[in-house]
């Protein structure tokens, strides 16, 4: 073990040569050049200087604006990190035989022919027949990893969630926390004909493997799987600890799985036990923009709040009605959420700045305005505006940094001949991480007031009250609640750089590893340039924040490129996985594995 080879690797960052959009850059000298004229100009018309002051003054000028320019370091990359471990090769050989492909084809699919689905109305395990599928599903895992299973302690918590302790032998080192969900949002019956192969048959066609969780999480946990029952056969022992967590109900509430996993990992392992923990990312995982190849570690995840909006006014006989119902009141204030959607702003400290500090210095075909704008907004507070102004107008960059909201369901009336007495609407928030669960309540309030004041309705949100025209005086009533009590505050940040970034540091250099090895590319050289990434889904680890000290990291190495013209399906019809891309996979988690033993600085 070379404890200061990697300490030397920690500190020093290679030097990227980022591409220099070739037009940005012709712009920038020409305005330098004219600026110089100009100010040429007007010095010697003051008569006041000789030429050869104001000459060296506008080279240097030049100089400095040139230098200032091509020197600018946006998203630099941290080091590739080759483990120094032989297995790495053993192992990596291994999986790319052809042999090995059908072994991984056969892991996989055995995996989705187990429909794990799992349900928001999910009652009580024990009493919900629904939940014997996971058992079936423990066995399969059990036949299919033997030696994961010979080697790793396993704990099954609240019946049907796995906790696995791959004990090091070095207690010195902090664990790590790996994590994948077992269960599959269902198939929606009416759809199953739609399915080009049956949704549970984990079919393989030569090159893709079909069925539901083939993406979303069946390959993070397999593959995961694979990893260590490879390492193990060729007699891997681990200096540090790793611990997996699969959750039973990642697609519902959590409640019955990673809520508990969470619970029990907080008793055996303690609060900020692990030195970080990695779950399943995104398909875009690994994906192409503006000409180059970009990964992106999710590092943050959004809030969550279901508003339910409940009107209440006097019923009575439709025929003799008042000029608004509930229904017709509830409408009204709908519309005025509609009416006001949440303000987005860029800010410099949002996850997706960061994404975009990486396009612009490492996209190859990015737009020179659009560089530009990145480029100035560090400096300049109306380039940052202007930015926001050029990216907002796609509702998906306004997701990956403002709240949202979405009126989901509504509910009224039981009759057509008698007056609503009850009315309700669900509002779905996802809440920004620069924002707060309370302020999103707050602004909602805001929102409403004026209109609860005009129909003359009693006021009460989340328990306060807020108008209170005296509830026996009003009309009716608004009250604000949390529909289903799941709400959720934006979590920690991940670090991406500085001294908190060892755990970012290390995926960083491992991605580049696995990228270039399983190309066949030089090891050390950067092919994938790595950014922050913000998803807009949450994932179990919203029940993992005490266990690290907020180091999180989303990320599968899934590679949405090996889909070529395929959508991945995930949460619809036809999902499905390429091997390449589930191949990729496993030696991403060897490599992490590896990579993570060796590691002293996390
Ligand atoms: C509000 O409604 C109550 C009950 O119907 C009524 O007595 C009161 O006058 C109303 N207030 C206003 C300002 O319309
Ligand atoms: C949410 O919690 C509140 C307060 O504990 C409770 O009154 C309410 O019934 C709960 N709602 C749901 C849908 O569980
Ligand atoms: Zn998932």
Not at 303 to 311: E, K, P, Q, T
Not at 463 to 479: F, M, R
Request: aromatic content about 10%; charged content about 20%; overall charge negative.
């Amino acid at each position: 073990m070379s404890l200061s080879v990697w300490a030397d690797k920690a500190v020093l960052r290679s030097t990227p040569t980022y591409p220099v959009s070739p037009l940005a850059y012709g712009k920038k000298v020409f305005r330098s050049i004219v600026l110089c004229i100009v100010l040429l100009i007007a010095v010697l018309s003051t008569n006041v200087f000789t030429w050869s002051s104001p000459i060296n003054y506008c080279k240097a000028f030049l100089l400095s604006n040139l230098n200032k320019y091509g020197n600018e370091q946006l998203c630099s990359q941290y080091n590739v990190l080759v483990p120094k471990n032989l297995l790495w090769n053993t192992v990596g050989e291994v999986v790319g035989t052809e042999e090995f492909k059908y072994r991984a084809v056969d892991w996989l699919a055995g995996a989705i022919r187990i429909p794990t689905e799992s349900y928001d109305d999910f009652g009580p395990i024990g009493e919900d027949p629904r939940w014997e599928t996971f058992e079936h599903f423990h066995d399969y895992l059990l036949e299919a990893f033997p030696l994961v299973h010979s080697t790793l302690s396993l704990t099954k918590i609240n019946t049907h969630s796995l906790l696995y302790e791959w004990t090091g032998t070095d207690s010195s080192l902090q664990p790590v926390l790996l994590a994948a969900h077992q269960d599959v949002v269902p198939v929606e019956p009416r759809t199953a004909a739609d399915w080009t192969y049956p949704p549970y048959s984990g079919y393989f066609d030569g090159t893709r493997i079909w069925g539901r969780g083939a993406g979303d999480d069946k390959s993070g946990l397999i593959s995961l799987m694979s990893a260590i029952e490879l390492l193990l056969e060729a007699g891997f022992e681990p200096e540090r600890t790793f611990v997996l967590a699969f959750g039973c109900d990642e697609e519902a509430s959590g409640h019955f799985g990673a809520l508990q996993l969470g619970k029990a990992m907080l008793e055996i392992y303690g609060p900020n036990a692990f030195a970080f923990i990695v779950d399943e990312g995104a398909s875009g995982d690994i994906s192409e923009h503006y000409g180059t190849v970009f990964a992106a570690p999710g590092v943050a995840e959004k809030g969550y709040l279901d508003l339910r909006v409940d009107v209440a006014s006097p019923g009575g006989h439709s025929s003799i009605p008042p000029s608004h119902t509930t229904i017709g009141i509830l409408s009204r204030l709908l519309v005025e959420f509609e009416n006001s959607p949440f303000p987005v702003e860029m800010s410099t400290d949002s996850v997706f700045y960061g994404t975009l500090q990486c396009y612009a210095g490492h996209g190859k075909t990015i737009p020179s305005d659009l560089r530009e704008a990145i480029v100035h907004s560090g400096s300049s507070e109306k380039a940052l505006k202007k930015l926001g102004d050029i990216l907002f107008k796609n509702p998906t960059n306004v997701a990956l940094v403002g709240t949202t909201q979405a009126i989901d369901l509504i509910q009224g009336g039981v009759k057509s001949n008698a007056l609503p007495e009850q009315a309700y609407a669900v509002v779905n928030h996802r809440i920004s991480t620069l924002s707060s669960l309370a302020e999103v309540i707050d602004r909602d309030t805001d929102t409403l007031k004026g209109l609860a004041n005009k129909f003359n309705l009693s006021f009460i949100s989340f328990g306060k009250t807020i108008s209170d025209t005296g509830a026996s005086s009003a009309y009716g009533s608004l009250i604000f609640s949390d529909a289903f009590n799941n709400s959720l505050v934006p979590a920690p940040t991940t670090p991406t750089s500085g001294s908190k970034a060892r755990p970012y540091e290390l995926l960083s250099g491992t991605i580049q590893a696995t990228y270039n090895v399983h190309r066949g590319l030089e090891l050390e050289s950067h092919n994938v340039v790595v950014a922050p990434g913000m998803p807009t889904g949450n994932t179990d680890t919203r029940y993992y924040w005490d266990l690290s000290d907020g180091q999180i990291l989303r990320y599968n190495h899934r590679n949405s490129m090996a889909f070529k013209d395929v959508t991945s399906g995930v949460h619809t019809v036809d999902e499905n996985l390429p091997i390449e891309a589930f191949l990729e996979m496993i030696r991403f988690f060897t490599t992490l594995i590896l990579n993570t033993d060796e590691s002293r600085s996390v």
